[in-house]
């Protein structure tokens, strides 16, 4: 698995729509599950991770809803293989106790990426599900002071 770097940054207010910042992946972080697709995915015809080493998002802005619980969703701009799109990600954000104790902040979420901007085709399959990329993310912030 590759490594990942972000940042958040909630502002002077601490709120949720006061956010920025980003997050960025290697290339190799993607995967199929299979030694042998993750090779072929990780190739020239694909993402060429040794031209375009990291997938990275920028946050640009962030909302929540007023249903209870709360929703919230994360919108920016996605950058892969030197090709930027816009992305709205729905996120849920969880307060968590990390192994020392310390308090963590949790973000997880999905996205779903067309493969044709990137000039990728995807598997043979159902016509819905072969032209599309699945993005989980679920990241770990500890605070810094």
Do not use: C
């Not at 920016?76 to 020392?100: Q, R, W, Y």
């Not at 067309?114 to 993005?135: H, I, R, W």
């Amino acid at each position: 698995m590759g490594k990942v770097r972000s940042e958040l940054d909630f502002g002077d207010s601490g709120i949720l729509t006061d956010l920025n910042g980003w997050f960025e992946a290697d290339s190799k972080s993607v995967t199929m599950g299979e030694a042998e697709l993750d090779h072929t995915i990780h190739g020239a015809i694909f993402l060429n991770i040794s031209k375009h080493p990291t997938v990275r998002f920028e946050i640009e802005s962030a909302s929540t809803t007023d249903s209870n619980p709360p929703a919230a969703s994360i919108e920016g701009s996605f950058k892969m293989k030197e090709i930027d799109l816009p992305v709205e990600a729905k996120v849920d954000f969880d307060l968590m106790v990390g192994p020392t104790g310390n308090e963590l902040l949790g973000l997880q979420g999905t996205f779903v990426l067309p493969l044709t901007p990137f000039d990728m085709e995807g598997p043979d399959g159902p016509a819905n599900a072969k032209d599309k990329l699945l993005f989980d993310v679920n990241l770990a912030y500890e605070r810094m002071n």
